[in-house]
């Protein structure tokens, strides 16, 4: 395993619309890995493909596993999810507004709004077909890392954006910044 070059935003990797995975052999095998290392390592708890300056539909998640995230997130806290060709087929009607940041833009977080539940199909990495049900946090989570394959990014669709380096004017975005963007880590 390896740890690969996180893309950072001024690259058009990001911007491309990621092709479908086709192939599940050894190369992307290792890809596989060397994602989920990297996202590991950076820390986060998500990454996809094209941030690795890999154009294909290839996502991987995993929620923090800290004593914190087991109280909150049970069972999903540490759980692995590798998501081919992802598709989100149904969501909620009800859209929720949380802080989210991205390992290719460091230094900046912001308010988006996304569904609060979403189902996902896919194939797992071997090409078996999987369907996921997620909600709050990792369904954010999964929001975000699919909006990368079709080269979307949070700072497209945030209310609001701000430098995490800086002191926000605002009292309540700096609590919210050191709640999630700090402690959850970036996707
Ligand atoms: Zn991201």
Redesign the pocket.
């Known amino acids: 395993m390896a740890l690969l070059p996180i893309i950072k935003l001024d690259d058009p990797v990001l911007r491309k619309k990621a092709v479908r995975v086709t192939s599940f052999g050894p190369d992307f095998q290792r890809l596989v890995d060397d994602m989920v290392e990297t996202m590991i390592a950076a820390p986060?708890v998500?990454?996809?493909a094209p941030?690795v300056n890999v154009s294909q539909r290839l996502i991987v998640v995993r929620l923090s596993d800290d004593e914190d995230s087991r109280k909150e997130f049970g069972d999903l806290a540490g759980k692995l999810f590798v998501v081919v060709n992802p598709k989100i087929i149904k969501t909620s009607r009800t859209l929720v507004d949380g802080v989210?940041?991205?390992?290719?833009?460091p230094g900046y977080a912001g308010t988006v709004f996304r569904h609060e539940q979403v189902v996902i199909t896919g194939e797992d990495r071997h090409g078996k077909p999987i369907r996921i049900k997620a909600k709050d946090w990792l369904a954010r989570v999964f929001q975000?890392?699919i909006?990368?394959l079709d080269g979307r990014?949070?700072i497209d669709i945030a209310e609001e954006i701000w430098d995490t380096r800086s002191k926000p004017a605002d009292g309540e975005a700096a609590k919210e910044d050191g709640a999630e963007a700090g402690e959850r880590q970036?996707?």
């Open positions: 986060g998500g990454l996809a941030q989210e940041a991205c390992l290719s833009i975000h890392e909006d990368h990014l949070f970036a996707s």
